[in-house]
């Protein structure tokens, strides 16, 4: 027999909550006072005056509501199966078995009203003849007093029920400790005694299945590009990347008996179908479509995605995740319910947790907020594209472009803001089946100009999130307009649009149609004494100083720290006590942490809102899988890149892109506005940035005549092994002591180790996928520094840009002209400023920069300034620009670099040295000359710090704009060295050959630090075009180098 509907009610957690009880079309026939429980309903939301609870504050859309209501009764009436006692008892003690216990409540309530009418209707009737009218009798006193008695009874059984119900959530307070261990995919149960409220002591069996079947065992790269001459990279080099395990499945991060599974719950999903227990189901080839838009009918018979038990069983639990991580980041602040209901609060916690997080879903953009918002537009199209990230297993990447305060200066790179989010989002989103990543592109004493007008090539096309975050450097709106335009022009996706007050987004999200949100401010509990802050949570210490206190904030604002102890490496430089960059305009990694969490509740409440508009569908429209219509995205995201051209607020024809010095430019100086609306292209050496090799400048250039990029040294910085291995120790500043609440291990329930990280590590030095491992495809001879062995892992590998190498059959003869100076081929003096070593692509998956000279390993900068300079005697740089179809070359050139940015050009007096470089040099000259292009690449780095440093200073409060020596910010100089000719060619024709006035006419300034040179501008052509430049007649004092090429 099939159990009734439940009614469609609501369980809240900020307040005292009416549940209406509604019979059939009669309307409310009565409420139960509820206090405050976790559940799987949504949290806060917005008011919603049309609904059914129109006459008070209401929190939730209606929608949301009934979705919920939907998933609760699966939950609650899921099809009986055979349990032990106590497995009954842990399901009654679970939020499923609460809310079920209400549901009864419910349906025992309404049934009693329903006998309570049948008996009245029954006394009004003989055989359906009313009977004679009453009359004053004593029959009447009688009556009276039956119905008094049956109100009795009504009474005694809500109130017993009432009870009961109290006791089960009481009961789930004391939830049971179980732990347990998973390994090798055997399972060993642990069990507790457990006594509350005087129930008789029993055990509880915590719920394990087997996952082996799961588990993934193999790594991927985030790209398979190799750039050419890095195959023999050793692991964790730049060319080799840091390989990771995929997410496959729902089940490969299940762990239920980790340290915060006991209070705040776990993803407690089992395939509901025995034939697939502990093996993955079958999927169709997403690859094959775009997006991953596959076809219904192309989905497997026995897929999860088409299985209605599965769905509804997965979607309950996801429900309860995606509220156990809110409830995680509310906890972390004083203001969160634990899933076993152990929490409890105050009045004065209840009204704080109302304004933890002020959340709205506006109608228009344009409509005031308070706090953080969406609209109700955007909440239905994000749906969508989660439904379908979730559904095909595609990747959900958050990325932020901004200035030095949003890259996490002075907190630490990866305790910046937008990897503080993804800390959080990225558990949930993996038990879900999705991979996700946050990235934080910020560049320090720099804008977003530079690398928007690479269109998204240098953030991820395949962006579902943007963030822009740098009014301190960028005040114009039309370089924020060009920043979000790009990033739906130029991608893949057409992503979800952030900025920092939200204005600009308006035109975005009414012609576009663009999804949009926005991160507002809330409570946090203030700070007033020493002894005062250990009754504060820890996340929110000394975040915020009330009137009188005897302690200083700002004095605790830096906490982030350079090192942590090990036993299996300790650095060879002191480390420093706290991570450098600290300023008054830099907030501290406390600041950081808070707001990330801000951004990641906006994400967790757009995403429980998906959940519920899944199920609500899937209600509507017969099942799963829901209708094409509602999860594919090819047309949706189409549609807003070909609306977005109609936005406003971008450069148009009478408001050119560029500026002269002191002058006015030429028209043809500008470069052209129609770069607004077509998908930019471009490489760098500045970084962070996605796909590191894939988007290096080094990826477009010709190596020369010896196959050599970069001449001047053996090795190079994206062959070079770091100091040591991943992952790094969680600092005292960065996660809690238990039992403090920590979202993002609330959200993984898993152990903060370093054994998965090492497994992985294994993996790849022994190649524990079949294949050969990465990094050992040539076998390394051992290596020794000052008499010791260098680990494999720090060994770097000879590039096949043999720069300096001996017996070469080209090299036979050192008199030998091995390059003709006459034609355009690339130089032997091109000089590589390669930057920063290691993985740093943005990401907290990175592992940027870990040299053995380093003074604070834990910093995890990527703020990169790499380049590709030469001068007169260097020769010809030749680049291959690619898939030009829109006529447009362009570079960001730095005409005001010296001698010094060109070392190696040392001791020459002629082009190329005579036409043979410096692949001549033998012995032990060839050995100081390796030595000597170190020390240089080493000091390189360090003036590429300061100068990083400076541009901040320049922008910040306390920065001195009139006293800056910097050219590259005051952009007057296009050339240092005295007069020089600058030339380039296009596919072996001379374009250009300008004397330096003649080149500073051309030097177009489009933002601060950006100033540029336009080498094509020409819509009719279009294909693969070799661009060639050079410097003659000035000899090594006259340096010109490029940092970034743009095209489309």
């Known amino acids: ?13 900020d307040g005292a909550v009416e549940e209406e009880l509604h019979d059939g079309d009669n309307g409310v026939r009565g409420s139960v006072e509820l206090k405050p429980l976790v559940s799987s309903a949504p949290r806060d939301g917005p008011v919603d005056p049309d609904g059914e609870d129109g006459l008070r504050p209401v929190v939730t859309p209606r929608s949301h509501r009934t979705a919920a209501a939907v998933a609760r009764k699966n939950v609650a009436f899921a099809k009986p199966t055979e349990t032990s006692p106590v497995e009954h008892v842990a399901s009654m003690l679970s939020n499923e078995g609460v809310i079920d216990a209400m549901n009864r409540l419910q349906l025992a309530v309404r049934g009693a009203f329903a006998r309570r009418e049948l008996a009245v209707d029954s006394a009004s009737s003989n055989n359906g003849i009313p009977l004679p009218s009453p009359t004053a009798s004593n029959d009447d006193a009688e009556s009276v007093v039956d119905s008094t008695k049956r109100k009795k009874m009504l009474l005694l059984l809500m109130a017993t029920l009432f009870v009961a119900l109290m006791g089960a959530v009481l009961e789930k307070s004391s939830a049971v400790s179980i732990e347990g261990e998973i390994e090798e995919g055997k399972t060993e149960e642990a069990f507790h005694v457990h006594s509350h409220m005087g129930h008789t002591d029993q055990e509880l069996k915590i719920h394990q299945i087997n996952v082996t079947g799961y588990q ?5 790269n985030p790209s ?15 060319a080799k990347g840091r390989p990771y395990t995929p997410i496959l499945n729902h089940f490969q991060n299940r762990c239920p008996t980790c340290d915060y599974a006991k209070q705040w719950g776990y993803f407690d999903f089992q395939d509901p179908d025995p034939k697939w227990d502990g093996k993955m189901r079958p999927q169709p080839d997403f690859t094959a479509y775009p997006n991953r838009d596959v076809p219904n009918s192309e989905f497997p018979e026995d897929a999860w995605q088409r299985s209605d038990e599965y769905m509804q069983a997965f979607l309950a639990e996801a429900k309860l995740l995606v509220n156990r ?19 409890t609060m105050t009045e004065e916690q209840m009204e704080n947790r109302l304004k933890f997080f002020p959340w709205e879903v506006k109608e228009d953009v344009k409509q005031s907020a308070g706090g953080s918002w969406t609209t109700k537009q955007s909440m239905e199209r994000t749906a969508r594209r989660f439904i379908h990230h979730i559904m095909t297993g595609d990747t959900f990447k958050l990325v932020l472009g901004g200035h030095s305060a949003a890259a996490g200066h002075g907190a630490g790179f990866n305790q910046s803001y937008i990897i503080e989010a993804g800390h959080v989002l990225e558990p949930v989103f993996a038990h879900l089946g999705v991979e996700s990543r946050a990235y934080n592109f910020a560049q320090g004493g720099m804008g977003t100009f530079q690398q928007a007008l690479a269109g998204a090539d240098l953030r991820s096309k395949e962006a579902d999130w943007v963030m822009w975050d740098s009014r301190m450097t960028e005040r114009p709106n039309t370089i924020i307009n060009f920043f979000l335009r790009q990033a739906i022009v130029s991608g893949n996706r057409a992503p979800v649009l952030m900025s920092e007050g939200g204005s600009e987004l308006a035109s975005f999200h009414d012609i576009a149609g663009a999804s949009v949100a926005a991160q507002g401010k809330g409570w946090l509990p203030f700070t007033v004494s020493e002894e005062q802050v250990k009754e504060v949570p820890w996340a929110a210490q000394y975040m915020q100083c009330g009137r009188g206190a005897t302690v200083n904030c700002k004095g605790h604002e830096y906490t982030a720290g350079c090192w942590v102890e090990r036993e299996d490496f300790k650095p060879e430089v002191a480390q420093n006590a706290i991570v450098g960059g600290g300023a008054s305009w830099h907030p501290g990694n406390r600041i950081h942490k808070h707001r990330g969490r801000m951004i990641a509740l906006i994400v967790l409440k757009t995403l429980d809102y998906a959940l519920d508009k899944w199920v609500e569908l899937a209600a509507k429209g017969g099942g799963y899988p829901i209708a094409e219509e509602h999860w594919h995205v090819t047309d949706y995201y189409k549609n807003i890149q070909e609306k977005v051209k109609e936005v406003p607020g971008c450069y148009g024809d009478i408001w050119k892109i560029g500026s002269g010095r002191r002058r006015n430019l030429e028209d043809d100086d500008f470069w052209p506005s129609r770069l607004c609306n077509i998908p930019l292209q471009g490489r760098t050496l500045w970084g962070p940035r996605h796909n590191p090799m894939e988007t290096s400048l080094l990826s477009i250039m010709k190596p020369n005549i010896m196959g050599d990029i970069d001449p001047k040294i053996k090795t190079n910085a994206y062959l070079e092994a770091p100091c040591y291995q991943p992952p790094d120790r969680p600092g005292p500043w960065v996660v809690p002591p238990m039992p403090e609440p920590y979202a993002p291990l609330i959200g993984w329930n898993r152990r903060l180790t370093v054994e998965e990280e090492e497994h992985r590590q294994r993996q790849l030095r022994s190649g524990a996928d079949g294949g050969t491992p990465p990094g050992k495809a040539t076998e390394i001879a051992p290596v020794s520094e000052g008499g010791r062995e260098v680990p494999l892992f720090r060994r770097g590998v000879n590039s096949t840009t043999r720069g300096l190498t001996e017996g070469d059959v080209a090299k036979e003869s050192a008199k030998e002209k091995i390059i003709d100076n006459d034609t355009i081929t690339p130089g032997l003096g091109i000089n590589v400023h390669w930057g920063r070593p290691g993985v740093c692509d943005g990401s907290s998956h990175s592992w940027c920069d870990k040299k053995c000279a380093s003074s604070c390993l834990l910093a995890g900068s990527q703020d990169n300034r790499g380049m590709v300079c030469f001068d007169g005697l260097s020769g010809w740089l030749v680049l291959d620009v690619k898939n030009v179809k829109y006529g447009f070359i362009g570079a960001r050139m730095e005409a005001w670099r010296g001698a010094n940015d060109v070392p190696i050009t040392s001791g020459w007096t002629e082009v190329n040295n005579g036409g043979r470089g410096n692949y001549d040099k033998r012995g032990r000259e060839r050995e100081l000359h390796v030595e000597e292009q170190r020390r240089m690449e080493m000091e390189a780095m360090e003036r590429m710090n300061d100068e990083i440093e400076e541009g901040i200073q320049f922008f910040g409060e306390d920065g001195d704009r009139t006293n800056t020596t910097r050219r590259l910010g005051g952009g007057q100089s296009c050339g240092v060295g005295g007069d020089y000719t600058f030339q380039y060619a296009i596919n072996g024709e001379i374009m250009g050959t300008w004397n330096q006035a003649e080149f500073c006419k051309h030097y177009t300034r489009l933002s601060y630090n950006l100033d540029v040179i336009k080498f094509m501008d020409d819509v009719d052509k279009t294909g693969d075009f070799e661009l060639a430049m050079r410097i003659t007649n000035g000899g090594r004092g006259k340096v010109m180098c490029i940092t970034h090429l743009y095209w489309a």
């Open 1 to 13: 027999m099939e159990p009734p509907d439940a009614p469609d009610g609501n369980l809240y957690d």
């Open 216 to 220: 993934v065992h193999t790594l991927v």
């Open 224 to 238: 398979d590009y190799i750039l050419p001459g890095t195959e023999d990279a050793p692991p964790l080099s730049a």
């Open 325 to 343: 991580s809110i409830e995680g980041v509310y906890a972390e602040y004083g203001v969160g319910f634990s899933q076993d209901g152990s929490i």
